[in-house]
């Protein structure tokens, strides 16, 4: 028979004004197991603590149950008093019968009768508790960076100055993402490469980072502390480690008509190439589908000049496998295709161009060094047009919901730039809203309207219209005139809304790490937790968490790292022993329970069992893995055999409580 | 069954609430001292898909006249999707009580945030009129298990 104790909190006067204590007390202690009832007027004051500690000890409790506040108050205290007096912390239950009955009841007769009714569902409860134990596990001091954009560089880098190792696997042949792409940055002007190329030299030179360019995640097992990632690392056909970055083989190779990425098409590259002058690794890569040498074996140009005979054409795809405590997604995101905005003509005329293509054009190391042409005929525009929210706050039909946070900063800079260096060129500016909350944004934004001049119209534009002299016929309506206007122009730019990458979902699934409906990762609470992932272990940073800028990545990619550190600086990691675990005998092994899990902590394993005939059976059960089980109990509902329970929350202690309750 | 002074019939309820958005919603009913009547007693889960639709079919056998079912709002759960698992079970517990000729309106589901505490007190006020009004469970309760 178990030995359980009572003790009846007066908080003062917030329970015992309420509820008749010494009432409740009395009528508990009537109740079987019972020894020990007793009511104090703070129980959580270190005496009433002591009270609690002494009866443990006195009357060798098995169990305790306080009829006190919320267990979101004291709890924790109380399972600490238990276990210093020696009894399992998780033999301790609480009655809620200050905020679920004194504050919310004003008869005291109806107050303390519901009051022990309380504690009669938590005796109940208790009785069937067991002691448990939190489990502990080491964690690998690594962590893992997935996309080295501004985000992954940002992270990576702190964390490899608080000084753990990082590896960033980037699937490009170099980091630094779509801010490599970037010709000035708002709202300072301050031109991308300038900021960002140190960072990026800076990773390559810590000696704690390693860039695993043009290399992808494939597989990711295991859990917070302990996680195992299998990386491809792609055949580029170039050794990394011999190759200087020396650039002869991409002057020499004579396939000269490769479309270049970089530039998004507006020039060429070489079949051999290096991305862009400050790439970081600086290695050349050989394009397999432009490569005269990996496509018919005639050739072999770049492996005769490379001097440290660096290309290798028989170079094949590796695999990796490495463990990580921590991960971090930073996979950032892509500009949506525009052409299926047919009105806007983008792929009728070579002169209707993206935001990120204009970047590009006014970039001094981009197709045009930086002078501002038109595609089409290399001519000075003298009329551009650029039209906001392509794309974004749309139906679902024809684009995304959201605001991508980023273009009407970015429009501001763009028209602002051209008015500043061709003061001759007219610049309008279609908009829904113009959006500029951020430091100094709004300032910035009116300098280009005020003080540039740039011809801001509220309104939408309807089509787009080649016409045969070359120039582009912009029809618009002007919704402050109530004016349809044609603008005659010789560019239009489309702010395309943005999108995560084309990959997240599929890393969200290995990770699994959850997204929206749009795709983008979801933070584990959207104010209070947010770079961390609902999966412990996994981290966000950077625009595949949402819409954001540079200032605001960056800041967050910082905030990531903290998390980061401060997981790896723990040496092992405690966790809560409230979790899922499945009977073997009565498992069939059907997986329901695994197909309802957030976290992928079911597995399945094949198990002997030794049959009442001494024969011995192999069948498949489910067994939850208590480091990544975070308790919420969807698997024991799901499970058919009711092979699977939770601990601290188990049917049969959910059960004696309604039982007590509808007695 | 269970009377008042005035010999009014007091139904028994039994309230399920996750423990990070309900339990925490009557916490603040609580400290907002919001009255609810004190015939509904509150069994806290850690999340509203821990609930077996068994749990329920327990308390109306054991007596309960009415359960209601409180979790976080769809897309709030803690555990990201459990509230989702909560309202597929319970929809098709609905359609099975229909079957049976029980009054579905003896159970109910209500999303009520960790905010939402004159919701949780609105909530329950309603639930126990109805329940009243609809009188004591019949149908499910096990007379066996009357004490
Ligand atoms: C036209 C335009 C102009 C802009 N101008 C400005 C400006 O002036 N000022 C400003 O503050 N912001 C500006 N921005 C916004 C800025 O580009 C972003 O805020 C910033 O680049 C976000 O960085 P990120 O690292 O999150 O994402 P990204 O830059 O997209 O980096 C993500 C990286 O992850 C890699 N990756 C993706 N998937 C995987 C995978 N599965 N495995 C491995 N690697 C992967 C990608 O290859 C990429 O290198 C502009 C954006 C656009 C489109």
């Not at chain 1, 489309?494 to 290995?510: C, D, G, Q, V, Y």
């Not at chain 1, 609470?525 to 981290?539: C, D, N, W």
């Not at chain 1, 910082?558 to 723990?570: E, Y």
């Not at chain 2, 309960?64 to 709030?76: E, N, Q």
Request: with cysteine; hydrophobic share 35%; glycine share 8%.
């Amino acid at each position: 028979m178990q030995k359980l104790g009572v003790f009846v909190c007066h908080c003062g006067t917030n329970i015992a004004a309420t509820v008749d204590v010494k009432a409740v007390a009395e009528a508990l202690g009537r109740e079987p197991s019972v020894v020990v009832s007793t009511d104090y007027p703070y129980m959580c004051s270190e005496s009433g603590q002591n009270l609690i500690k002494d009866a443990i000890r006195e009357h060798s409790l098995d169990g305790v149950v306080i009829c006190s506040c919320s267990p979101r108050m004291h709890e924790n205290t109380f399972r600490k008093a238990a276990a210093q007096a020696g009894l399992n912390p998780y033999m301790v239950e609480i009655a809620n019968i200050r905020e679920q009955c004194s504050w919310i009841h004003k008869d005291r007769e109806e107050a303390t009768e519901k009051a022990i009714v309380l504690g009669r569902a938590a005796i109940a409860k208790v009785l069937l508790n067991t002691p448990l134990t939190a489990g502990e596990s080491p964690v690998t001091k690594r962590a893992l960076v997935i996309g080295g954009g501004i985000a992954g560089i940002q992270t990576a880098l702190d964390i490899a100055e608080a000084g753990f190792p990082v590896d960033i696997v980037e699937k490009e042949p170099t980091i630094g993402g779509k801010m490599a792409q970037l010709d000035k940055t708002f709202p300072t002007l301050d031109c991308a490469a300038c900021i960002l190329t140190p960072k990026m030299v800076d990773c390559a030179q810590n000696e704690n980072i390693r860039i695993l360019s043009f290399s992808e995640v494939e597989e990711v097992t295991g859990f917070v502390g302990n996680f195992t990632a299998k990386i491809r690392r792609k055949a580029r056909y170039v050794d990394e480690t011999k190759c200087t970055g020396c650039g002869l083989c991409t002057e020499k190779c004579p396939v000269k008509k490769v479309p270049n990425e970089f530039n998004l098409g507006m020039d060429n590259r070489r079949a051999v190439y290096i991305p862009f002058a400050q790439a970081v690794p600086k290695v050349a890569r050989i394009d397999p589908d432009w490569c005269n040498m990996l496509k018919n074996g005639k050739c072999g140009l770049c492996s005769k000049v490379c001097t440290v005979g660096a290309i290798d054409y028989k170079q094949t795809d590796t695999v990796l496998e490495e463990h990580y405590g921590a991960i971090v997604a930073a996979t950032g995101y892509e500009p949506i295709k525009v052409d299926r905005y047919g009105e806007y003509a983008y792929a009728q005329s070579k002169d209707v161009i993206t935001s990120l293509e204009f970047e590009r054009l006014t970039n001094a190391a981009g197709p045009t060094s930086g002078t501002l042409l038109r595609p089409s005929d290399g001519r000075h525009p003298h009329t551009i047009v650029f039209i906001q929210c392509v794309g974004s706050r749309c139906t679902p039909e024809m684009g995304k919901t959201y605001c991508s946070k980023i273009c009407c900063m970015y429009t501001a800079k763009h028209a602002m730039l051209t008015r500043e260096k061709y003061p001759d060129t007219d610049v309008y500016v279609f908009y829904i809203d113009v959006r500029t909350p951020g430091k100094n944004f709004d300032e910035f934004y009116r300098r280009a309207a005020e003080e540039y001049g740039v011809h801001y119209i509220k309104g939408a534009v309807g089509k787009v219209m080649p016409r045969a002299d070359g120039t582009l016929d912009v029809q618009a309506s002007d919704l402050i005139m109530n004016e349809q206007l044609h603008i005659n122009a010789d560019l239009v730019v489309l702010a395309a809304a943005i999108e995560p990458s084309k990959t997240a979902r599929r890393l969200a699934t290995m990770l699994t790490a959850s997204m929206d409906t749009n795709d983008f990762f979801t933070e584990a609470h959207p104010k209070l937790r947010p770079v961390e992932s609902p999966t412990a272990g996994i981290f966000l940073s950077g625009v595949c968490q949402g819409p954001k800028d540079i200032p605001e990545t960056v800041s967050q990619a910082s905030a990531c790292a903290a998390k980061v550190i401060g997981l790896l600086s723990k040496n092992k990691l405690t966790g809560n022993p409230c979790v899922a675990h499945s009977d073997e005998w009565m498992c069939n092994g059907c997986s329901n329970c695994a197909s309802v899990c957030p976290y992928g902590a079911i597995t399945y394993l094949d198990k002997d069992f030794r049959m009442p005939d001494r024969s011995t059976k192999t069948r498949r059960v489910a067994s939850v893995n208590p480091a990544v089980c975070q308790g919420c109990g969807a698997c024991t509902v799901a499970c058919p055999s009711g092979a699977m329970d939770l601990y601290g929350f188990s049917n049969s202690q959910i059960m004696a409580e309604v039982d007590a309750i509808c007695k | 069954m269970q009377v008042n002074e005035t010999g009014a019939f007091v139904p028994t309820v039994v309230a399920f609430c996750c423990n990070w958005c309900s339990y925490a919603g009557a916490d603040l009913s609580g400290t907002n001292r919001l009255q609810y009547p004190s015939n509904i007693k509150i069994i806290r889960v850690p999340c509203s898909c821990r609930v077996n639709p068994m749990f329920i079919l327990r308390a109306f056998q054991r007596g309960a006249d009415g359960v209601i079912l409180c979790g976080c709002h769809p897309g709030d759960c803690h555990y990201t999707t459990g509230n989702y698992y909560t309202r597929r079970r319970m929809t098709l517990l609905f359609s099975m009580l229909d079957y049976l000729g029980i009054e579905r309106e003896r159970t109910r589901v209500e999303w009520v945030s960790a905010a939402e505490g004159q919701k949780f007190a609105e909530t329950m006020k309603s639930f126990a009129a109805e329940i009243a009004a609809l009188g004591p469970n019949r149908r499910l309760e096990d007379l066996r298990c009357r004490k």
